[in-house]
Protein backbone atom coordinates (compact mmCIF):
# COMPACT_ATOMS: atom_id res chain seq x y z
CA UNK A 1 0.00 0.00 0.00
CA UNK A 2 0.91 3.60 -0.55
CA UNK A 3 -0.31 6.36 1.61
CA UNK A 4 0.28 10.20 0.39
CA UNK A 5 -0.16 13.05 1.73
CA UNK A 6 -0.44 16.60 0.48
CA UNK A 7 0.07 19.81 1.75
CA UNK A 8 0.76 23.54 1.00
CA UNK A 9 -3.06 24.69 -0.21
CA UNK A 10 -3.89 28.21 0.94
CA UNK A 11 -5.45 31.41 -0.64
CA UNK A 12 -3.43 34.00 -3.12
CA UNK A 13 -3.96 36.26 -5.61
CA UNK A 14 -3.74 36.25 -9.20
CA UNK A 15 -0.57 36.08 -10.64
CA UNK A 16 0.80 34.90 -7.67
CA UNK A 17 2.91 31.41 -7.30
CA UNK A 18 2.23 28.56 -5.01
CA UNK A 19 3.83 24.96 -4.52
CA UNK A 20 1.96 22.34 -3.22
CA UNK A 21 4.17 19.00 -2.24
CA UNK A 22 2.65 14.78 -1.86
CA UNK A 23 4.54 12.69 0.55
CA UNK A 24 4.82 9.35 0.15
CA UNK A 25 4.84 6.33 2.57
CA UNK A 26 4.79 2.68 2.35
CA UNK A 27 6.08 2.96 -1.30
CA UNK A 28 8.83 5.19 -3.09
CA UNK A 29 7.74 7.73 -5.91
CA UNK A 30 10.31 7.17 -7.66
CA UNK A 31 9.10 3.90 -8.29
CA UNK A 32 5.73 5.02 -9.57
CA UNK A 33 3.99 7.34 -12.27
CA UNK A 34 3.43 10.49 -9.99
CA UNK A 35 0.66 13.06 -11.12
CA UNK A 36 -1.39 15.44 -10.26
CA UNK A 37 -4.91 16.36 -11.02
CA UNK A 38 -7.76 19.00 -9.69
CA UNK A 39 -11.31 19.05 -9.30
CA UNK A 40 -13.26 22.27 -9.33
CA UNK A 41 -16.72 21.93 -8.10
CA UNK A 42 -19.01 20.27 -10.23
CA UNK A 43 -16.66 19.55 -12.72
CA UNK A 44 -14.70 16.64 -13.70
CA UNK A 45 -11.35 15.81 -12.13
CA UNK A 46 -8.91 17.46 -14.77
CA UNK A 47 -4.88 16.00 -15.42
CA UNK A 48 -2.40 18.94 -14.50
CA UNK A 49 1.18 16.79 -14.92
CA UNK A 50 2.81 13.73 -14.34
CA UNK A 51 6.72 12.36 -13.80
CA UNK A 52 7.53 9.37 -15.17
CA UNK A 53 8.74 6.48 -12.26
CA UNK A 54 12.36 6.17 -12.33
CA UNK A 55 14.68 9.18 -13.56
CA UNK A 56 13.85 12.02 -15.66
CA UNK A 57 16.32 14.19 -17.28
CA UNK A 58 15.81 17.40 -19.48
CA UNK A 59 12.30 17.11 -19.06
CA UNK A 60 11.85 13.41 -20.84
CA UNK A 61 8.89 11.80 -18.90
CA UNK A 62 6.79 15.40 -17.61
CA UNK A 63 4.15 15.88 -18.35
CA UNK A 64 1.77 18.54 -18.77
CA UNK A 65 -2.35 19.23 -18.84
CA UNK A 66 -3.15 22.29 -21.53
CA UNK A 67 -4.49 24.77 -19.12
CA UNK A 68 -1.12 24.43 -16.98
CA UNK A 69 1.71 23.95 -19.28
CA UNK A 70 4.49 26.74 -19.24
CA UNK A 71 3.05 28.11 -15.97
CA UNK A 72 3.39 24.65 -13.57
CA UNK A 73 6.42 22.71 -13.05
CA UNK A 74 6.42 19.02 -11.09
CA UNK A 75 9.36 17.80 -9.77
CA UNK A 76 10.29 14.81 -7.53
CA UNK A 77 12.66 14.66 -4.14
CA UNK A 78 13.59 10.75 -4.26
CA UNK A 79 15.30 10.96 -0.72
CA UNK A 80 12.41 13.09 0.08
CA UNK A 81 9.83 10.73 -0.89
CA UNK A 82 8.06 13.78 -2.04
CA UNK A 83 5.71 15.05 -5.26
CA UNK A 84 6.16 19.11 -5.73
CA UNK A 85 4.40 21.05 -8.33
CA UNK A 86 5.06 24.95 -8.25
CA UNK A 87 2.50 26.70 -9.65
CA UNK A 88 3.45 30.22 -11.00
CA UNK A 89 1.05 33.33 -12.72
CA UNK A 90 -1.89 31.41 -10.91
CA UNK A 91 -5.29 32.24 -12.61
CA UNK A 92 -8.76 32.77 -10.65
CA UNK A 93 -9.80 29.35 -13.16
CA UNK A 94 -6.38 27.36 -11.70
CA UNK A 95 -8.79 27.37 -7.85
CA UNK A 96 -9.57 23.38 -7.47
CA UNK A 97 -8.64 20.93 -4.64
CA UNK A 98 -5.33 19.25 -5.92
CA UNK A 99 -5.00 15.62 -5.49
CA UNK A 100 -1.28 13.75 -5.92
CA UNK A 101 -1.59 10.26 -7.51
CA UNK A 102 0.03 7.42 -7.88
CA UNK A 103 0.09 4.90 -10.81
CA UNK A 104 2.30 1.71 -11.27
CA UNK A 105 4.16 1.57 -13.79
CA UNK A 106 2.90 -1.46 -15.69
CA UNK A 107 3.83 0.44 -18.62
CA UNK A 108 6.21 3.35 -19.74
CA UNK A 109 2.80 5.12 -20.72
CA UNK A 110 1.64 7.68 -18.56
CA UNK A 111 -2.12 8.07 -18.37
CA UNK A 112 -3.84 11.37 -18.15
CA UNK A 113 -6.88 9.76 -17.21
CA UNK A 114 -7.64 10.04 -13.25
CA UNK A 115 -9.20 6.12 -13.12
CA UNK A 116 -5.67 4.56 -13.91
CA UNK A 117 -3.83 6.02 -11.16
CA UNK A 118 -3.95 3.35 -7.84
CA UNK A 119 -3.26 5.50 -5.24
CA UNK A 120 -4.75 9.28 -3.94
CA UNK A 121 -4.45 11.57 -1.70
CA UNK A 122 -6.94 13.43 0.72
CA UNK A 123 -6.44 16.42 -1.70
CA UNK A 124 -5.33 19.96 -0.58
CA UNK A 125 -7.42 23.03 -1.61
CA UNK A 126 -6.13 26.01 -3.94
CA UNK A 127 -8.25 29.28 -4.10
CA UNK A 128 -6.70 32.46 -6.37
CA UNK A 129 -8.91 35.66 -5.65
CA UNK A 130 -8.93 38.06 -8.87
Known amino acids: QMQLVESGGGLVQAGDSLSVSCTAS????????MAWFRQAPEKEREFVAAIAAGISWSGLGIFYGDSTKGRFTISRDNAKNTVYLQMNRLEPEDAAVYYCAADRPTTATISTTWYDYDYWGQGTQVSVSS
Open 26 to 33: GRSVGDYH
